[in-house]
C-alpha cells in the first residue's frame, strides 16, 4: 500500500537547473533512508544521492557540488535539487525509499515509477 510519487522531471538546457519532489504514502510511520537513482541508455542504474532520517547524506562523485539532496520527514517527502546540469546527467530518475515502518510492520525498498530528465540543447 506504500506509493512513491515524484514530480519535477522535463528538458532543461546545459547550465539549467531542475528539481525533483517525490512523497511516500500509504500508513507509513517512519522511513529510514530515502534516495534518488538514474538510469541512462545503455548502463545500470545508479545511486545519485541518498538520505537518512537523521540528515546524513551520501552523493555520487558525478554530482557532488552541483546536487542537493534533503528531506521533510513530517511530509514524507524527498528533494533533489539539480544545478549545472549537464548532458551526462540525462536519464530517467527513480525515488527510492528504504526500511520503511508501517502500521502493517518493516518492509525493505519501495520505489517510484521514474521521471525522465533531460539535458539538451
Known amino acids: 500500500q506504500v506509493q512513491l510519487v515524484e514530480s519535477g522531471g522535463g528538458l532543461v538546457q546545459p547550465g539549467g537547473s531542475l528539481r525533483l519532489s517525490c512523497a511516500a504514502s500509504g500508513g507509513i510511520f517512519s522511513i529510514d533512508t530515502m534516495g534518488w537513482y538514474r538510469q541512462a541508455p545503455g548502463k545500470q542504474r545508479e545511486l545519485v544521492a541518498r538520505?537518512?532520517?537523521?540528515?546524513?547524506?551520501n552523493y555520487a562523485d558525478s554530482v557532488k557540488g552541483r546536487f542537493t539532496i534533503s528531506r521533510v520527514n513530517a511530509k514524507n517527502t524527498v528533494y533533489l535539487q539539480m544545478n549545472s546540469l549537464q548532458p551526462e546527467d540525462t536519464a530517467v530518475y527513480y525515488c527510492?525509499?528504504?526500511?520503511?515502518?508501517?502500521?502493517?510492520?518493516?518492509?525493505?525498498?519501495?520505489w517510484g515509477q521514474g521521471t525522465q530528465v533531460t539535458v539538451s540543447s
Open positions: 538520505i537518512s532520517s537523521g540528515g546524513t547524506t
Open positions: 527510492n525509499a528504504a526500511r520503511v515502518r508501517t502500521l502493517r510492520g518493516f518492509f525493505g525498498d519501495y
